[in-house]
Each structure stands twice: as structure tokens, then as C-alpha cells.
């Protein structure tokens, strides 16, 4: 029974780290077929440890015992985040890349929402737009953890890189299921 037990909480424990998302507006069958899609960042309404981005930025050089300016620390990070996640997603998809094209069809803004102190945990939209327009095509929410151990920037690296890996299969799960209900439409 005790080995019961712990498999039961091992196994919960797995479930609650991984990364939760979720299909919250329109449809994932336009961006379907798509071989090229724009990738983009959007850190306008982040929130780092419950403080508007610039204030965390502030509080974290403030914070450091060298008094070195956290922004540029930040801003490498997340360049390094950014080509992590898309490496990381187009690992794990079949058919479709994610890269900086202004002239793809779509284009996918990963929206950046919360993080929190220690920078291992975040939440964020996915939106996927016709490039020029605002009008989304579908969003899909996530929570994204990383690791443990390490410095905000690096934190912050794993979160996102697990963040590209859990939306490469969510991706690859919803595309085999419109592919599925078109295959079907086909037949009739």
C-alpha cells in the first residue's frame, strides 16, 4: 500500500510540473500546412515577480551586491530564451518552422505575461496572426516551469526551453487531429 501511495504522489508530482497549455481562441487549421511561420516576442506586458518589467529590472540591479545594471543581463537572456524556444520547438515538429520571417503568411507572437522572482516559472499566449494583421487566427495560453538551480537569466532559459518543447507536441497533436477531421471530410 505504502508503494502504492508513493507511485500515486510521484507520479502527481510529474504531472504538476509539466506545462500546461491550452487552445483559448479560434482555430489552429489555417496555420495547418504552414512551412514557414514568423516568430516574434512581445514583452510590453510582462510582469516579473508582480512588478512591471522596467521596476523589476530597477529592483534587480539595485539588488546586486557589484551593483551591475540588470538590463543588459536581461536583454542577453532573453535573446538566448527567444532562439531556444524556437530551436526547441522545431525540434520536436514535423512539418512546420518557426524562424524570424516577416514575409511568412503567419506570423506567431509568444506574449510574454508573468514570470516569477526567481524567473523559473512563467505564463504566456501564444497568438497567431495573417503577418500585418492584429486580428488573431487562434491563441493558445501556457505555464512553463524550468529548472531549479541558477541565476534568474538562466532560469528564465530553461523555462522557455521547455516552453518550445511542450508547444512543439502540443502543435504536432492538434496539426494530427486536423488532419485527421480532414481526412474525414474527404471521404463523405
Known amino acids: 500500500m505504502k508503494k502504492l501511495s508513493f507511485l500515486i504522489v510521484a507520479i502527481l508530482g ?4 509539466m506545462s500546461a497549455q491550452k487552445l483559448t481562441e479560434g482555430s489552429l487549421e489555417p496555420i495547418y500546412g504552414q512551412s514557414v511561420i514568423n516568430c516574434v516576442f512581445d514583452y510590453s506586458q510582462l510582469e516579473a515577480a508582480g512588478m512591471p518589467l522596467q521596476e523589476f529590472i530597477e529592483w534587480k540591479t539595485a539588488d546586486d551586491k557589484n551593483g551591475e545594471d540588470f538590463g543588459p543581463k536581461f536583454d542577453r537572456g532573453v535573446k538566448s530564451a527567444q532562439m531556444n ?11 512546420v518552422r518557426f524562424a524570424k520571417k516577416d514575409n511568412a503568411e503567419y506570423t506567431l507572437t509568444v506574449k510574454m505575461l508573468t514570470i516569477d522572482k ?7 499566449e501564444y497568438i497567431f496572426t495573417k503577418t500585418g494583421s492584429t ?19 538562466n532560469l528564465m532559459n530553461d523555462a522557455f526551453k521547455d516552453g518550445g518543447e511542450q508547444f512543439g507536441d502540443f502543435l504536432n497533436k492538434q496539426f494530427k487531429q486536423i488532419a485527421k477531421e480532414q481526412k474525414k471530410k474527404a471521404k463523405k
Request: proline fraction near 5%.
Open 14 to 17: 510529474c504531472f504538476a510540473t
Open 85 to 95: 524556444f524556437m530551436e526547441k520547438a522545431n525540434d520536436k515538429l514535423k512539418d
Open 135 to 153: 486580428e488573431p487566427v487562434a491563441v493558445i495560453t501556457m505555464d512553463g516551469k524550468g529548472g531549479r538551480f541558477g541565476s534568474f537569466t
Open 118 to 124: 526567481p524567473g523559473r516559472e512563467n505564463t504566456c
